[in-house]
């Protein structure tokens, strides 16, 4: 690209490297892919969320916050807006107070995790929106051009996910993530999260920039949804996740394993909002509502209960041991 009479050839031969290297990337094994996606990341996942999105929104974000402040409810409209995710809703007003610890990223050590957090209490890591390439290959127009066509298997959102149907996921986006129907039953409403075609959607993942802690012994293993607003999923446990919110906001209820929560499992997190939740003890309950950018750690066999504020599209990364 330093000769002159040769220049034109330049964006051509890098789209030759840049394919051969984005083969060498299909072909590579699991344990390498997202460190091989990883180097691609500026090249096919271009910062569309930037010029898109923040430049819009940019106005209502503050100077500076801290980490117990969540970004403004006319920042995540806006950037639900000029992404394609927002939905008007008639839902009552379903954010709620936070009492579970904020870190910014880095005041938290990985020592100070293991030794009084892992499997203590839950805690929120707030990274101010630094994953510029999720959020870009998440705006809706850019997630349909890529995976309209490609089949997802939705469950039903009640605790335990008897039922389970296969869409196309651009048939799921226009016909079932929508504001949630008060009295629609959790096993009667279908949700896309988790069972995803590792291999359909390996490019998504690789875009990923994984938690900052781990734990000794466990691997991670990603999961990726989106639902439409009074959305969400009665209590149920699983083993340790860090659950992000990539767009709108997700509310969170949690409770430690030696306290049973008061919940029908096939009735929706919206109507235990409205009809428990009142007049419910809650001395062991742990909420908080998550924005944009915020994750939350959940200890292993914690009971946990979500409902999505807005249109929200996230990201749980489950820790599992592969010996067992």
């Known amino acids: 690209c ?3 009479k040769l220049g034109y050839l330049c964006p051509i031969v890098k789209l030759f490297f840049l394919l051969m290297t984005f083969k060498k990337c299909l072909l590579s094994s699991p344990s390498s892919e997202e460190t091989c996606y ?5 090249d096919i996942i271009p910062d569309h969320y930037s010029s898109a999105v923040l430049s819009v929104c940019q106005n209502f974000l503050p100077t500076s ?3 117990n402040e969540s970004e403004s409810e006319e920042f995540v409209h806006c950037e ?9 809703s008639k839902l009552p007003p379903l954010k709620g107070a936070c009492n579970i610890d904020r870190f910014g990223v880095g005041q938290l050590s990985q020592l100070t995790f293991l030794n009084e957090y892992v499997n203590s209490k839950p805690f929120v890591v707030v990274t101010q929106n630094i994953q510029k390439a999720i959020k ?10 890529l995976y309209g066509q490609h089949y997802v298997t939705l469950a039903t959102a009640n605790s335990y996910s008897y039922h389970k149907v296969n869409v196309q996921f651009s048939d799921y986006i226009e016909r079932y993530v929508r504001s949630q129907p008060v009295h629609t ?12 075609d590792r291999e359909a959607w390996r490019l998504l993942f690789s875009a990923y920039q994984l938690p900052p802690y781990h734990i000794p012994e466990m691997q991670p ?3 990726f949804g989106i639902a439409g607003p009074g959305s969400g999923v009665p209590f149920h446990i699983h083993g340790p996740t860090f659950a992000e919110t990539i767009y709108g906001r997700k509310r969170w209820f949690l409770m430690p394993p030696s306290v049973r929560p008061v919940f029908d499992p096939d009735d929706t997190t919206l109507k235990w909002l409205l009809q428990v939740y009142p007049s419910l003890d809650k001395t ?7 924005g944009p950018g915020e994750i939350l750690f959940i200890p292993n066999m914690w009971w946990h209960a979500t409902l999505n504020v807005d249109t929200t599209v996230f990201m749980s990364t489950f820790l599992t041991n592969p010996n067992f």
């Open 185 to 196: 039953r959790g096993n009667e409403t279908l949700y896309l999260f988790g069972d995803n």
């Open 284 to 290: 062991d309950l742990f909420e908080c509502t998550l």
């Open 38 to 42: 990883l180097d691609l990341q500026d």
């Open 2 to 4: 330093t000769m002159p």
């Open 65 to 67: 916050r801290t980490p």
């Open 80 to 88: 639900l807006q000029a992404a394609g995710w927002y939905i008007a």
């Open 221 to 223: 293993e990603m999961s």
């Open 136 to 145: 870009s290959i998440t705006m809706k127009n850019t997630l349909l051009r």
